[in-house]
């Protein structure tokens, strides 16, 4: 299996520009995660998904930020307009719906 | 409400055994996982424990939960470099489906 796999691996641009993430969970899976690691704040679940579904969104910032799952094997994170703080990496998780839960590699985002 | 707790930094001979201490909050928590993030990459998870076991251990990892004074910790014997890494604590409170609650890591330095 190749394991989460998220797009892309960097992403440097320009404040108030519209940026997407992408993740493909495991093939399987019916859980997907997002996460965002700072150093301020660590490592924060901001959405995840259950069946393409959003459960708990609770984590997401403001409405600059928005996630969909248009289908069991692709998911977007949104940001729009961007801005300097949401400089971070970003991580797609996702999980057979058992307690384990795989890791992308990650999405290095600048905002300059 | 939830908290987790880690040292930042820990520093070891090779060959010698590392102890990862951590302190959660939640007593609820049903499940409590180590992961480990390499440099540049993302998060790899080592082990976890289900909250009625007092100890697990795989290969060179051993997990001691404490659920009275709310402690796990994770042992690695003969600690390689290979084993410099951050190493995440981070827990699953009850109702709370998927939404891990990382701690903030510990920073593990293996010397030669």
């Known amino acids: 299996d190749a394991g989460v796999i998220q797009s892309p691996r960097h992403e440097v641009t320009e404040m108030g520009q519209e940026v997407t993430l992408r993740c493909k969970p495991i093939s399987g899976h019916d859980y997907l995660f997002w996460y965002r690691q700072t150093m301020m704040r660590g490592l924060e679940l901001l959405i995840y998904?259950?069946?393409?579904?959003?459960?708990?969104d609770s984590g997401m910032p403001e409405d600059r930020f928005s996630a969909k799952m248009p289908n069991a094997s692709f998911s977007t994170l949104k940001i729009q307009p961007s801005e300097p703080r949401d400089s971070a990496v970003y991580f797609c998780?996702?999980?057979?719906?058992?307690?384990?839960?795989?890791f992308g590699p990650g999405t290095r985002l600048t905002v300059l | 409400g939830e908290d987790v707790e880690q040292s930042l930094f820990l520093s070891v001979r090779e060959g010698d055994s590392s102890v990862i201490n951590c302190t959660y909050t939640d007593s609820s928590s049903t499940y409590l996982y180590w992961y480990k993030q390499e440099p540049g990459a993302g998060l790899q998870l080592l082990t976890y424990i289900f909250s009625n076991m007092d100890m697990k251990q795989d290969q060179r990892l051993t997990v001691l939960l404490n659920k009275k004074d709310k402690h796990l910790s994770l042992r690695i014997a003969d600690t390689q470099t290979g084993d410099s890494a951050i190493y995440f604590c981070?827990?699953?409170?009850f109702g709370q489906g998927g939404k891990l609650i990382f701690g903030q890591g510990t920073e593990l330095s293996v010397k030669p």
């Open positions: 998780a996702s999980s057979g719906g058992g307690n384990e839960q795989f």
């Open positions: 998904f259950n069946n393409n579904v959003p459960i708990d």
């Open positions: 981070a827990e699953i409170p």
